[in-house]
């Protein structure tokens, strides 16, 4: 038996077999073959290459129909790799000359093109490095005959360790049969964490070693609740488990009764309960799990995985479908927030050093007033289906504000000569994330309808914790006194000036810390799908009297370690915590 | 037919990365060779890891070299898409 321990990233207990996925590095034995068995050899690559095709070909059409042709896209670049003349003649050159394995010749040719391409001065290139080496797997995988078993055809259920997981990995798996995700690297809003949330798949982050500790078939207790993972448990641990999992799933049936309830406090407070989504076709599990609306559609998923941008129309749609399916419930969808951690696949961003400070979101997006102006029509012309709202993300100061209305002032205006419909009344808000922004929230509330706080880049920025990098992940407190107090004075100063005040960070899923959010005065929350349940639980067992104490009090410490402490010393008195935290 | 022309790159995306791929997406369209030459390097300009790796940036100075039956066509229209300068294409 062997306990690791990572990064809680979505809750649940999983009890199963590991499926490891390879490390990500081409390597391939050296092997020599025999002059006559050249032709033989050819015959092999020539097959693999046909393999690949059809594999790509199926991906491409699989994620076209049931995510959307913009997300397919990407694989019609990776065919054209594919297809490169050039490389399949040099690797059939070289196997006549050189006499090694087609394998061994492929992934040499493959490291030359890479290599130079690392070499060249332009992010995009280097980023295609990745598509490159995502065909040349496939193609050696073929070749080798497979032992990595790919996710989309998976026979049995299994608990996948890879080093990281990509987009397109969860996107073709079999959800059926994937019933857990381990990773070495990545933090709670890695987009691992934020899919798994998503797809309602506990998951473990930034376990570091987790694929050179676990081999495919060992068995594995996975705790995303508490961010833990057992390597071949006894069975003490196997049965202490299986009945932590029923627990947790009658803890989980229970809050299905909250669904049709509203989230409101014993003493009749209402808050707006809403969710998070980064796709149109998440609609059903918001509403299934009774979120009065959606409180951040992250829009910047539109841009990735595709090659050219997306049009007009293609957003258009894409908002319709959202703001259709939750009618009369509103949506918030937040502009553009490009650059990062989030990979855009089609723009040649230059190389930043600190991305997270750079030329990103709302900065980006000012800089590219045509390319923002056809996201704020789209917008627009969507928000005349159903209840919209629009938000700006990275906002450090009232100018940006100031010039993105501007922009949208003009988008109206363009729709107008056209004579097409939209909701002239549709709220318009700042997220506030930047410390700067928070301390001129005064400022900045006469421009707006209402203000979202997004904790996940306002704690990284407060307390210059970058997020993605496990090394510093114990500086990332929620419950810095800091961070406390920045919130303390967004809602405050929200309020005085007569605008409403949401959440919409991981900070607001974290069942500990919902009776400070509601004590200090939040409107809304908005959270992962599964979270909202409990969340509903959490608000309904108590009073507003009650939230407004422990608030306070909360804010009296001198350190996050004890906020976290009070939080839960004040749970086991009265307020329940939930099952599946320990 | 072998038809040879000096281009300079005026489509503000240069020739490299995206721009590289509609550029293949043309050449092999055509039955005639192509063959684009920088400098002292010389790609297939059907080959869109060769003609990344020489990644020509907007006004560099290309030599295209069209060798085939249907070389002044395929010239025609990879000469206009080198130096059009509007609106970015549609490079699905």
Redesign the interface.
């Given at each position: 038996m062997k306990l690791l321990n990572g990064i809680a990233a979505s809750p649940g207990i999983v009890i199963g077999k590991a499926l490891v996925l390879d490390s990500e590095d081409i390597s391939i034995q050296q092997k020599t073959i025999k002059e006559s068995s050249i032709p033989k050899e050819i015959t092999r690559l020539q097959d693999a290459l046909t393999m690949t095709r059809a594999e790509i070909m199926g991906i491409r059409d699989k994620i076209s129909h049931e995510i959307g042709q913009e997300h397919g896209d990407i694989f019609n670049a990776h065919l054209m790799v594919l297809e490169d003349r050039v490389i399949i003649e040099e690797v059939m050159e070289r196997i006549k000359k050189e006499k090694f394995s087609a394998e061994y010749i492929f992934s040499q040719v493959l490291k030359k093109y890479i290599q130079s391409f690392l070499k060249i001065d332009d992010e995009y290139l280097r980023e295609r490095v990745s598509d490159i080496s995502d065909v040349g797997r496939r193609v050696i995988r073929h070749l080798v005959g497979d032992q990595r078993s790919s996710l989309t055809d998976l026979k049995e259920k299994v608990i996948v360790v890879a080093y990281d997981l990509s987009p397109s990995d969860t996107a073709v798996m079999n959800r059926k049969n994937v019933i857990g995700f381990a990773t070495d690297i990545g933090g709670r809003t890695s987009h691992t964490a934020i899919m798994a949330k998503s797809l309602e798949i506990p998951a473990v982050v930034g376990l570091e070693k987790a694929t050179h500790t676990i081999k495919t078939g060992d068995l594995i207790i996975l705790d995303g609740s508490a961010g833990t993972i057992i390597l071949n448990p006894g069975a003490a641990e196997l049965s202490k488990y299986r009945q932590e999992q029923l627990r947790y799933s009658d803890f989980n049936k229970g809050l299905k009764r909250f669904k049709d309830l509203p989230c409101i406090t014993k003493d009749g407070r209402r808050l707006e309960l809403a969710a998070n989504i980064e796709l149109p076709s998440e609609t059903d599990s918001v509403l299934s799990h009774g979120a009065d609306g959606i409180g951040l559609y992250r829009s910047e998923f539109l841009y990735m995985n595709r090659v050219g941008l997306p049009s007009e129309e293609d957003q258009y749609q894409a908002y319709k479908t959202v703001v259709l399916a939750m009618a009369p419930k509103p949506v918030i969808v937040r502009t553009f927030d490009l650059g990062g951690d989030k990979f855009l696949s089609h723009l040649e961003m230059p190389h930043e050093m600190n991305p997270f400070l750079g030329w990103r979101a709302i900065r980006f997006c000012l800089a590219t007033p045509d390319i923002f102006k056809v996201q704020l029509r789209a917008i627009l012309r969507a928000s005349a289906h159903g209840k919209l709202r629009l938000m700006y993300p990275m906002i450090s100061g009232v100018g940006e504000v100031r010039q993105a209305n501007k922009l949208l002032e003009e988008a109206r205006n363009e729709l107008r000569a056209k004579r097409i419909h939209f909701d002239p009344k549709m709220e318009i808000g700042a997220m506030i994330e930047i410390p700067s922004a928070a301390l001129t929230c005064d400022i900045l509330a006469s421009e707006v309808d209402f203000f979202s706080i997004g904790t996940n880049d306002l704690i990284q920025y407060a307390l210059a914790v970058d997020r993605i990098n496990e090394k510093i992940a114990y500086l990332y407190e929620p419950a810095h006194p800091a961070v406390l107090r920045l919130l303390k004075m967004i809602i405050d100063t929200g309020h005085s000036k007569k605008i409403w005040v949401g959440i919409c960070g991981e900070m607001s899923g974290d069942p500990l810390l919902t009776p400070v959010l509601v004590g200090l005065g939040i409107d809304e929350i908005s959270t992962s799908p599964v979270m909202v349940p409990e969340i509903k639980k959490i608000v309904r067992s108590m009073t507003f009297t009650e939230a407004e104490d422990i608030a306070k009090h909360a804010l009296t410490f001198n350190t996050g370690d004890e906020v976290i402490h009070f939080l839960k010393t004040k749970y086991q008195q009265g307020l329940r915590l939930s099952a599946g935290k320990k | 037919m072998l038809i040879k022309k000096n281009i300079k790159i005026t489509n503000p995306?240069g020739l490299?990365?995206?721009p590289a791929?509609a550029f293949?997406?043309i050449a092999n369209k055509y039955e005639s060779e192509v063959v684009v030459r920088k400098g002292q390097e010389m790609?297939?300009g059907?080959?869109?890891?060769?003609l990344?790796?020489l990644?020509a940036n907007h006004g560099s100075f290309l030599e295209i070299e069209v060798n085939g039956p249907d070389a002044e066509e395929a010239m025609k229209e990879l000469e206009a898409f080198l130096t059009h300068d509007g609106e970015?294409g549609?490079?699905?």
């Open positions: - | 995306q490299h990365a995206r791929s293949v997406k790609v297939s059907k080959s869109i890891m060769s990344m790796t990644a970015e549609d490079l699905r």
